[in-house]
């Protein structure tokens, strides 16, 4: 694995990322995929190592780290559990950072100085049963009253939901106003009518306790307001624009796993005297797989990059996340198809790579809508090039 670009501090954290993961998460991935099991025993060993604090400053307990850094981190966890992985990269781009965007002081330290260390998991709250894509529909109140917000909601398909104390819920402030009306008011996991649902029995990703959250007139502080009323869809597009490099680094993890494993048994497996790896059939795919994990490192990293220079990302991170959540679907497919029979039973990986793959096209934004977003984008940078109003 060449990048060139990366620094020593990059090269020494993927070996010590890499490291605990091989010792702490490779001798039970299989077992918690199995069980659907969160293993807290190993996510609290993660909290002194700053994994749930990547890019949060050191005076509230983080790594304060770059967002290459942020991506080497969940692309390691991912290789060897996608589910934990998973848990990484949404507590990180879609719950801390956007407390320590659009929080105030106040919110940071009471809030982001517990998620950073890891003594709390968050959640980010968007999906209901009747809003997914269309981030609008969403049917959750937030209503004022007095000093407080009383918040009615039904989210679906929470990642972390089944352990998460502190959740960011969008919810309408102000049910008339249409878009405009959504905010974002954070929930903690204890608040009287804050109840969690039924863990999903999910296909992939399974030790990730993905579950609801209902809210029946829940009472918060109006303190709880992140940002300002109305900016709701602001803010979860901000810090989507981040989850995208999360999740993209998530799917090469999977995908380089994949390579792994199908590279190891093709030269091991004897077909027709000879080991697999020398036919060439298996080499066009080997040379297919490692172009689509080096393409989607490439493009993650880029993404990520151009982030660190406070540069323009959307159409980056929108790029990294379909290209790389396609590539995984594509890497996972043929390291079965290498193993024969093998690789669709749960004695081998990469049958649990395959399944863990398939999600990455589906959350934090459809294949579908990260071309509606690469689309618009690049017609907009066109047109300014062109000067066309």
Request: include cysteine; charged fraction near 20%.
């Amino acid at each position: 694995m060449t990048e060139p670009f990366l620094t020593a501090k990059h090269r020494i954290l993927r070996r010590s990322v890499r490291s605990f993961c091989d010792r702490e998460l490779s001798p039970i991935a299989a077992q918690i995929d199995q069980e659907a099991r969160f293993p807290w025993e190993v996510i609290e060993k993660m909290g002194p190592l700053k994994y749930f604090g990547i890019q949060a400053s050191r005076e509230l307990g983080g790594a304060a780290l770059d967002s290459l850094s942020y991506a080497i981190i969940i692309e390691e966890v991912s290789r060897i559990s996608a589910a934990i992985g998973l848990c990484l990269s949404v507590h990180n781009s879609v719950a801390v950072f956007p407390i320590m965007a659009f929080g105030t002081a106040e919110q940071q330290q009471r809030w982001v100085s517990e998620l950073a260390r890891g003594q709390k998991i968050g959640a980010f709250c968007l999906t209901e049963p009747n809003a997914g894509s269309d981030a609008s529909g969403i049917s959750a109140t937030a209503i004022q009253e007095g000093d407080h917000y009383r918040v009615n909601a039904n989210k679906v398909f929470v990642t972390n939901g089944g352990v998460a104390d502190i959740c960011l819920i969008f919810a309408r402030t102000d049910p008339a106003a249409g878009r405009k009306g959504i905010s974002v008011v954070v929930v903690e996991r204890g608040t009287p009518g804050f109840v969690v649902g039924d863990l999903e029995d999910l296909c992939g990703v399974r030790a990730n306790p993905v579950s609801s959250i209902r809210l029946y007139d829940c009472c918060v502080p109006k303190e709880n307001l992140l940002g300002q009323s109305g900016t709701g869809l602001q803010i979860g597009l901000v810090a989507l624009d981040t989850g995208r490099i999360g999740i993209a680094a998530q799917a090469l993890g999977i995908a380089q796993a994949s390579m792994e494993e199908a590279i190891r048994y093709a030269n091991q497996r004897q077909q027709f005297g000879v080991p697999l790896s020398r036919h060439q059939v298996i080499q066009m795919m080997i040379a297919d797989m490692a172009t689509q994990v080096d393409a989607a490192r490439m493009m993650i990293y880029r993404a990520a990059w151009l982030k660190d220079q406070h540069q323009t990302f959307t159409k980056a991170s929108a790029q990294a996340k379909l290209f790389a959540a396609e590539a995984a679907g594509k890497v996972t497919d043929l390291a079965v198809q290498i193993h024969g029979g093998y690789g669709y039973s749960k004695a081998y990986a990469v049958e649990r790579y395959y399944r863990d793959a398939r999600v990455t096209r589906i959350y934090e934004g459809t294949s579908e809508i990260h071309r509606m977003v690469i689309a618009r984008e690049a017609q907009k940078e066109i047109m300014s090039d062109l000067h066309i109003a």
